[in-house]
């Protein structure tokens, strides 16, 4: 009786091993069945969106970029605009669904695996469909975004024959409006530049003079900030007093650095008109303010306001800074090693004393603004 039981529980242990074997092994076929379909979607997949890409970049970007696009946004013929971060919604959406259909069928075969579920062929079956289901997406993915640029590409053309004195007239006008930006950030690239090959032709002697700038600005910050500290203390309960003189402390600051830097450029013999230069720059600001939201062109504006001011306008903005453009030029070729250690040691010390006086300058204007200020405030609240 011992014996034939041991016997039986030997049979089944060999039933139970054979049965564990035959399982593992159709788990892994189920594993290799489902890596190949999700590399042959992932591969589809990627293909058709660097079709797609390859399409919108040859094709409808340099349309997108081109002043008669803009025109025709302006003129609202194209009310819906289609730029890269369509596809790119569109493609994440798509690529989000196949990964979460793989996470799906990757756990059903895990159960599988433990025992959970036993159905082989239904799990097999539905992996089987998990190419077939997505290769249709893929491609209506694709069809959408090519007769998305088709449908614009012609809209473009149909329009433009068919306006092209209305395009031309607001074209040239953000072209202008362009040209001035254009002209305006050229120009600081190229003050950027002279700049760097200035502290690089000159770079110990430039070093000492920006160390002098560097001491007397943080020694002006020191003070404004100290006599910040002191005031908003002492009549801590006057609303806004502290916004106010750190925001005057800024402006304090950023003026004696553009004073201290002027001396510096001086020193090299370079005559910046800093004056025209703020000019410049304040234009380009209301130019922008007027005819731009953020960086998107204000198309109302440019349809209603646009006039023979506004060109008179860029065409001073032009030609202030051809003028900046010239001083640029003639600066740097005139600039040399010519100073002695001497001179440099004499005029580093001219510096320093001149910026002293300015330094006493700027903390008396700023002792003024908070008795104003405080003033100003005590009237405003003192019902309060």
């Known amino acids: 009786m011992q014996k034939t039981k041991f016997f039986s529980l030997i049979l089944f242990s060999s039933f139970l091993f054979a049965f564990v074997i035959a399982d593992t092994d159709s788990a892994e076929s189920l594993y290799t069945l489902l890596n190949s379909q999700r590399t042959s979607v992932i591969n589809n997949f990627n ?30 013929a194209i009310t819906q605009p289609f730029y890269k971060i369509d596809i790119d919604i569109d493609r994440d959406i798509l690529r989000k669904n196949i990964l979460e259909e793989y996470i799906l069928l990757d756990g059903r075969v895990k159960r599988y695996e433990l025992w959970l579920v036993s159905d082989f062929t239904w799990l097999q079956s539905d992996i089987l469909a998990f190419s077939g289901k997505y290769t249709p997406q893929i491609s209506q993915f694709q069809t959408k975004q090519l007769m998305a640029i088709s449908g614009l590409i012609q809209t473009v053309s149909d329009y433009t024959s068919q306006n092209t004195e209305l395009i031309s007239d607001i074209s040239l006008k953000i072209v202008n409006i362009q040209s001035a930006l254009d002209a305006y950030q050229s120009l600081n690239n190229d003050i950027n530049t002279f700049q760097d090959w200035l502290s690089s032709s000159q770079k110990e002697f430039y070093n000492k003079l920006q160390n002098t700038k560097s001491v007397s600005s943080n020694i002006l910050n020191s003070n404004l900030q100290y006599l910040t500290d002191q005031f908003v203390k002492r009549y801590k309960k006057l609303p806004w007093l502290e916004s106010y003189l750190l925001s005057q402390k800024d402006l304090s600051l950023n003026i004696f650095n553009d004073y201290a830097q002027s001396q510096i450029n001086q020193i090299f013999g370079v005559n910046y008109n800093q004056q025209k230069y703020s000019q410049v720059s304040e234009a380009i600001q209301q130019l922008k303010s007027q005819f731009y939201n953020w960086d998107n062109l ?39 090693t010519w100073l002695s250690i001497s001179a440099q040691n004499s005029a580093i010390s001219a510096m320093s004393s001149m910026y002293i006086q300015h330094l006493n300058w700027s903390l008396q204007d700023f002792r003024d603004f908070i008795y104003q200020k405080l003033l100003e405030l005590y009237n405003k609240y003192i019902n309060i």
């Open 47 to 76: 293909q058709t969106s660097d079709q797609v890409y390859d399409k919108y970049n040859k094709i409808w970007k340099p349309v997108v970029e081109t002043v008669v696009y803009k025109s025709l946004v302006c003129l609202g």
């Open 298 to 336: 204000n198309c109302t504006q440019i349809l209603a306001n646009y006039g023979d001011t506004t060109d008179r306008k860029i065409n001073n903005i032009l030609s202030d800074i051809s003028m900046i453009n010239s001083w640029l030029s003639l600066s740097q070729a005139s600039i040399s």
